[in-house]
């Protein structure tokens, strides 16, 4: 049906298709895409504008939201998903589709040091559906895959993504009549009919061919008008499946609201300011003036989370973007609020650069970990339980992110200044808090997991990789707490562990679905970033391990300069 659909397609924009072949690519770029982008299309069990499908598409093929093509041209999303479709240019030759692993360049003959390839390039490539089949053929039989055969995957589903925009059969904005799980269709008289006697299709095609031909010409006016009047005229075919056009509207401002974004400049400045306030003796204004920013940054992350949940109508935790954007927000959120009950502006110089750093890894590492808000798998579709468990245990992983960035803050302090970091009764007081509310967090929120589980699954617990290694983390915290309340260690032990201690909450919140990639939790799971956590997590060890270094050190020669008559007193003792 597609191929016929793409031949109608074909036939209908004919006179404007050959004009901007016969010439160069029509200069789109100065378009209004807003009324295009809140066109209302189905697409991965999900209705959504438009403008989502293109932004996703265009991250999924490149790796980025925005691309720049060999000319120096810049693309949009809504631009690069209409030129493809018209053809407007040859986009098959374009080096644009995503190729990252190297050793899967290397079995495909492919430029090592090159990271984007053209289509024509991949398709003539004849290891990579080999690959690809196999991958298949294992994943089918439940065996595990090998990093070459994942990346194999997912650069052949790019591939058909490609071909799927480029022959049309992608564009699916005629509603289904009647169901909302019913398909949706291309907008071609082919596929309609299916579901529109030729009356009803008559009155969509009029702002069809305008909007496409107003594309053609870059006609701002008209291009608006038309796309404005086709997206009234489908509403009208089935208007108790369209979307309304307030949640079209809701997700397009969250689009182009970038309140993550936003917030990671935010949160750069704010930690600046407070840090600069932190080493200088002028620090009221300067310190008010970071907590404010702060406070700024806060409600453009909070904003967005909320305006996600309004769409997604759930708790923004079903994957590993949501629970980092989520977390991250929870840190700086328990900063701010123990800053506010301790009156000390550590909270937040640990919790701002840690909610910094979470937001600029998603944002820097769409294809692991993608911003798309997909339906739920049935386990996850209890929202009651969704709110209960799984956000009590993301609260946890906040309130240990915290600790972790203060234990760093007091590390750096032991190794720069050993007897005057452990003299500081003050900060291991505030940390064994911030441990605390971690540790009651984490075993409220494991035992509402059991709980969820005998609902859904039937068994209280089930030795599930996730269940295992959120019980090591709980395990790990509570030695901790329990070991300084008995006097097992000292401060510095407990700053040593609340550091340490995080890398199991790393392994149940990363490892488990992008490591191991088995259990129950499949909803979960993923590929990519082993590079960057297997870096950070050596980096770490290395830290810790220069830290005990300067302490044991200290301890060993406890007389310092600053002490001579104590040592002599304590030497004639």
Request: hydrophobic share 50%; net charge positive; charged share 15%.
């Given at each position: 049906?597609?191929?016929?659909?793409?031949?109608?397609?074909?036939?209908?924009?004919?006179?404007?298709?050959?004009?901007?072949?016969?010439?160069?690519?029509?200069d789109?770029?100065?378009?209004?895409?807003?009324?295009?982008?809140?066109?209302?299309?189905?697409?991965?069990?999900?209705?959504?504008?438009?403008?989502?499908?293109?932004?996703?598409?265009?991250?999924?093929?490149?790796?980025?939201?925005?691309y720049?093509d060999?000319?120096?041209?810049?693309?949009t999303?809504?631009?690069?998903?209409?030129?493809?479709?018209?053809?407007?240019?040859d986009?098959?030759?374009?080096?644009?589709?995503?190729?990252?692993?190297?050793?899967?360049?290397?079995?495909?003959?492919?430029?090592?040091?090159?990271?984007?390839?053209?289509?024509?390039?991949l398709?003539g490539?004849?290891a990579?559906?080999?690959?690809?089949?196999?991958?298949?053929?294992?994943?089918?039989?439940?065996?595990s895959?090998d990093?070459?055969?994942?990346?194999?995957?997912?650069?052949?589903?790019?591939?058909?993504l490609?071909?799927?925009?480029?022959d049309?059969?992608?564009?699916?904005?005629v509603?289904?009549?009647?169901?909302?799980?019913?398909?949706?269709?291309?907008?071609?008289?082919?596929?309609?009919?299916?579901?529109?006697?030729?009356?009803?299709?008559?009155?969509?095609?009029?702002?069809?061919?305008?909007?496409?031909?107003?594309?053609?010409?870059?006609?701002?006016?008209?291009?608006?008008?038309?796309?404005?009047?086709?997206?009234?005229?489908?509403?009208?075919?089935?208007?108790?499946?369209?979307?309304?056009?307030?949640?079209?509207?809701?997700?397009?401002?969250y689009?182009?609201f970038?309140?993550?974004?936003?917030?990671i400049?935010?949160?750069?400045?704010?930690?600046?300011?407070?840090?600069?306030?932190?080493?200088?003796?002028?620090?009221?204004?300067?310190?008010?003036?970071?907590?404010?920013?702060?406070?700024?940054?806060?409600?453009?992350?909070?904003?967005?989370?909320?305006?996600?949940?309004?769409?997604?109508?759930?708790?923004p935790?079903?994957n590993?973007?949501e629970?980092?954007?989520?977390?991250?927000?929870?840190?700086?959120?328990?900063?701010?609020i123990?800053?506010?009950?301790?009156?000390?502006?550590?909270?937040?110089?640990?919790?701002?650069?840690?909610?910094?750093?979470?937001?600029?890894?998603?944002?820097?590492m769409?294809?692991?970990?993608?911003a798309s808000?997909?339906?739920?798998?049935?386990?996850?579709?209890?929202n009651?339980w969704?709110?209960?468990?799984?956000?009590?245990?993301?609260?946890?992983?906040?309130?240990?992110?915290?600790?972790?960035?203060?234990?760093?803050?007091?590390?750096?302090?032991?190794?720069?200044?050993?007897?005057?970091?452990?003299?500081?009764?003050?900060?291991?007081?505030?940390?064994?808090?911030?441990?605390?509310?971690?540790?009651?967090?984490?075993?409220?929120?494991?035992?509402?997991?059991?709980?969820w589980?005998?609902?859904?699954?039937?068994?209280?617990?089930?030795?599930d990789?996730?269940?295992?290694?959120?019980?090591?983390?709980?395990?790990?915290?509570?030695?901790?707490?329990?070991?300084?309340?008995?006097?097992?260690?000292?401060?510095?032990?407990?700053?040593?562990?609340?550091?340490?201690?995080?890398l199991?909450?790393?392994?149940?919140?990363?490892?488990?679905?992008?490591?191991?990639?088995?259990?129950?939790h499949?909803?979960g799971?993923?590929?990519?970033?082993?590079?960057?956590?297997?870096?950070?997590?050596i980096?770490?060890?290395?830290?810790?391990?220069?830290?005990?270094?300067?302490?044991?050190?200290s301890?060993?020669?406890?007389?310092?300069?600053?002490?001579?008559?104590?040592?002599?007193?304590?030497?004639?003792?």
């Open positions: 049906m597609y191929k016929f659909a793409c031949i109608a397609v074909f036939i209908m924009f004919s006179v404007p298709a050959s004009r901007a072949q016969q010439s160069v690519a029509p789109t770029g100065h378009l209004d895409f807003k009324q295009f982008g809140l066109l209302a299309i189905q697409d991965n069990g999900r209705r959504k504008p438009i403008d989502t499908f293109a932004r996703q598409t265009l991250i999924q093929l490149t790796g980025r939201s925005t720049t060999k000319a120096g041209r810049h693309w999303p809504n631009d690069f998903l209409l030129s493809t479709v018209l053809e407007t240019r986009w098959k030759e374009e080096p644009m589709v995503l190729v990252s692993f190297g050793k899967l360049k290397e079995e495909l003959g492919l430029e090592k040091t090159q990271r984007r390839f053209s289509f024509a390039q398709s490539a004849a990579l559906p080999q690959i690809a089949n196999e991958a298949r053929e294992r994943k089918r039989a439940e065996k895959l990093r070459v055969q994942q990346e194999a995957l997912s650069v052949s589903d790019r591939l058909a490609f071909a799927r925009v480029m049309g059969s992608a564009l699916l904005i509603p289904s009549p009647k169901n909302e799980t019913d398909p949706w269709v291309p907008p071609v008289p082919l596929a309609a009919v299916s579901y529109y006697n030729e009356s009803q299709w008559e009155a969509v095609e009029p702002p069809l061919q305008e909007m496409m031909a107003a594309y053609h010409d870059a006609d701002s006016f008209k291009f608006n008008r038309s796309a404005n009047q086709l997206r009234e005229k489908l509403r009208v075919l089935a208007p108790s499946i369209y979307p309304t056009e307030s949640s079209l509207r809701l997700e397009y401002f689009n182009h970038e309140g993550f974004y936003r917030g400049w935010l949160y750069g400045i704010a930690f600046l300011t407070l840090l600069i306030s932190h080493l200088r003796k002028r620090r009221r204004v300067l310190g008010n003036l970071g907590v404010a920013i702060a406070l700024v940054a806060l409600a453009f992350h909070g904003t967005g989370i909320v305006l996600r949940c309004l769409i997604a109508g759930r708790p935790v079903t590993m973007y629970s980092i954007i989520w977390v991250s927000f929870a840190a700086s959120f328990f900063g701010m123990f800053f506010a009950r301790y009156r000390t502006p550590i909270y937040l110089l640990a919790s701002l650069p840690a909610t910094l750093v979470a937001l600029l890894l998603v944002h820097q769409p294809i692991a970990m993608p808000i997909d339906p739920l798998v049935p386990v996850l579709r209890d009651f969704l709110t209960i468990h799984v956000l009590t245990i993301t609260l946890s992983y906040a309130a240990f992110l915290l600790a972790c960035a203060f234990g760093h803050i007091l590390l750096f302090r032991y190794a720069r200044n050993p007897r005057g970091a452990r003299a500081d009764a003050p900060m291991h007081f505030w940390l064994y808090r911030v441990l605390q509310l971690g540790v009651l967090l984490l075993a409220a929120g494991t035992i509402l997991g059991g709980v589980a005998n609902y859904s699954w039937g068994r209280f617990w089930g030795w990789p996730k269940e295992t290694w959120a019980l090591i983390a709980l395990l790990c915290y509570i030695t901790t707490l329990h070991g300084r309340l008995a006097g097992w260690w000292t401060e510095f032990g407990l700053v040593v562990a609340s550091v340490v201690c995080f199991a909450v790393l392994m149940a919140w990363y490892g488990v679905n992008f490591v191991l990639g088995k259990g129950l499949s909803y799971f993923g590929i990519g970033g082993e590079t960057y956590v297997g870096t950070f997590v980096a770490d060890l290395l830290f810790v391990a220069f830290a005990t270094w300067r302490y044991r050190s301890k060993r020669s406890p007389i310092t300069r600053e002490e001579p008559v104590a040592a002599a007193v304590s030497a004639a003792d």
